[in-house]
């Protein structure tokens, strides 16, 4: 009885394992059918994060959920590849996939110590989990895992194994591989750490997200022993190296992408766009996207438009300390994490914050503390401009003293100005924003859409609709050029006004400031932007002609906007929009179309490329000056040319007026000075062409204008319902103080070192003289010279339409423009 139960447990045996076995063996081929062939493994692809780049190659932004960079084992330094083995793995190199020693040794390990101190699994098994497996624990996933880890380690080497892992274990904090952990929590490439900061980072795989030094460092730490340990246990590193790595800090900050140059509302701009493109897996698939942005270009919009919105704050004084941490609730200065309070403050790009610790009224010093425990020394002299804010128009008295303006504890902040100063200054509310063109091709070299994208991510440089002032008045002297009227007609530079019977009140336009000069040119008129002149050219030309000129330029003019404030600066446009239509006189007539993406790139492969239509002022002139476009017969269209849509003439003078606008000319009564004037003193440079612009009460400051080179336009002002004021250092603010700086500041850095860049005067191009004042004239033109002069501003104005008709206007006064001199 007992040998025929003995058979039947023996068979019963024979034949589990047996099953098992058949089991076993058709799991195996199972998995073997989940594998790519050895070529796909050797070339997977990892999940790349969306890269974005300057046109000189520099990364100005990185997309993606996995923030990943995939690195070749030859560039891994050799001592982080020994602290993952030690920790790992330390037969790596010894074992087929599988290793029974590591797993016995483990276990015994765990035993003995109480906790899992060493992991089981192999490197290769993390690589097959990690690649083809998901992380449940079911005896059929983990059979699996041996299969693969089996299979892998007959296709690949060693090192393609150690690499592939290398790249894509998880990390924390959205970190796949080593090379985008050493940037998250470092900063660094791998080349760079320290053996402490390699251990930390290999002490990560078993629990990336409670072992990491930035979410709990007291953790980091411990892990980080345990990895040193092994490491010296394995000869790995020597009895001093462990020491000095014990000994280095183990907190750490998180970093975002090590980028080149600082674009982000570009960035931005341009992610959007090819997420609409392509979809949420361009955030994967390693897109290169190429922009038209320069560096160069760039570095001075930023520093631009920081400069303008600094200077701008500073005459309207100082609003106080951003905190004092004396005044945090529950405030104890034994367990304040001062290190964390100073981390989650320092967000903006080129100032930095620090907490006041010392007042010297007597030496003139403050001394503050700001990240990395780094002294900070304020001179009085730094700060003397803090002026109490009381509102965008009144400041208080100037202090005397140190203490007058910060206090122990205040959370201030500082920049470093170009004499290496440490200098106090403030988060601004007014912001400000910058865009550049290539004229002749419309790809944009530079925008900057508010003061820092940490404060705001609205980009006012392409989505802000504002009213232009007197920056719109280049279309409307436009106009004129195509009415055939010359620009050395005399215009009468005094009081306007007209009864509107539809509101049954008086219109009265005003210069700024409110002074009449009497007879004057149009070129004279567009430089010292004479409101009055606008009003009666606008009548001259007629509102209807003017708006089928203007929108040759692009501009959308709703039939509100069809007035004759227009000729003010009642128009609302984006920036873009506006330095697009100035491209068009700095171009020789063309109206290109501004693009941001220059080309994108797929695995190498150029997915996408912009062939922009392009301006030639050297091509010959298709177009007939006019108000109605048309083309001259007989004369082709280049191949890809923009359309062009003013004669080069055209072009040429109303570009040749904006210069007056910067270096003054010699009108009717003498020599005069334009608006712009500031755009000599900052640049130095003889090339310039420009306007300025100021809506009413001084809402939103503008500053357009070109060389042969760039074309910008600047702009400033609040997002709410709010004028940029005055202050007493400078008086009224407007164009040629708040925005005319910024456009100034960005063509002095961006053009540094560049020959000057005139403008070409088309062949053909006369002169004529008119009062005495020689002017340049486009043939078959007329000269105008009013004579009706009206008298004091109580005189109704009876002027006529193009028809000859009464004037009777329908107007919207707040597009009135304001500009002030220089």
Partial sequence: MFFKYLRIVLWTGLFGIGAIGVASAGLYYQALGDLPDVEKLKEVSFETPMKIYTADNKLIGEFGEAKRIPVSIDKIPDKLKKAFLAIEDTRFYEHSGIDPIGIFRAAVVSLTAASARQGASTITQQVARNFYLTREKTIQRKLKEIFISLRIEQVLTKEEIFELYLNKIALGHRSYGVAAAAQTYYGKTLDELTLGQMATIAGLPKAPSVLNPISNPERSKERRHLVLERMLALEFITEEEYKNAEAEPYRAEFHSSKLESYAPYVAESVRQTVIDKYGDQAYLDGYEIYTTILSKDQEAANYAVFKGVTDYDRRHGYRGAADNINKIKDYNPDTFDRAKYLYAADKFHYIKPAIVTEISDENGICTAVARKDTEVKITFENMKWAAPFISDKRQGPSPKKVSDVVALGDLIYYYVNDKQENVLTQIPQVEAAIVALNQYTGGIVATVGGYDFAKSKFDRATQSVRQTGSNFKPFLYSAAVARGININSIFQDLPIKTWDPGSMTWWVPKNSPNRYDGAMTLREGLARSKNVVSIRLIRQIGVQNAVEHIQKFGFNLPKSQQVESMALGSVEVTPLELVTGY???????????????????????????????????????????????????????????????????????????????????????????????????????????????????????????????????????????????????????????????IWAEFIKLSQQGTAPAPIPVPAGLEKCSNHGITDWCIRGGTTISESDVEGDEGVENTATDSRGAPVQTEVDTSGVSSDNIF
């Fill in 583 to 741: 491209a068009t006189f700095a171009n020789g007539g063309f109206k290109v179309t501004p693009y941001l993406i220059s080309k994108i790139v797929k695995n190498g492969e150029v997915i996408f490329e912009e062939n922009p239509k392009k301006a030639d002022p050297t091509a010959p002139d298709r177009v007939v000056n006019g108000i109605t476009l048309e083309y001259v017969d007989g004369i082709p269209e280049p191949e890809n040319s923009a359309p062009q849509v003013l004669s080069h003439k055209n072009a040429f003078i109303v570009g040749d007026m904006m210069s007056s606008v910067i270096y003054g000319g010699h009108g009717v009564s003498g020599n005069y000075w334009g608006t712009g004037g500031r755009a000599k003193t900052v640049t130095g440079r003889d090339d310039l062409h420009g306007k300025t612009g100021t809506t009413n009460n001084v809402h939103d400051a503008w500053f357009s204008g070109f060389n042969g080179d760039v074309v910008a336009t600047s702009w400033m002002g609040f997002d709410s319902d709010r004028d940029l004021g005055w202050s007493r250092t400078q008086g009224p603010e407007g164009g040629a103080y708040s925005a005319l700086p």
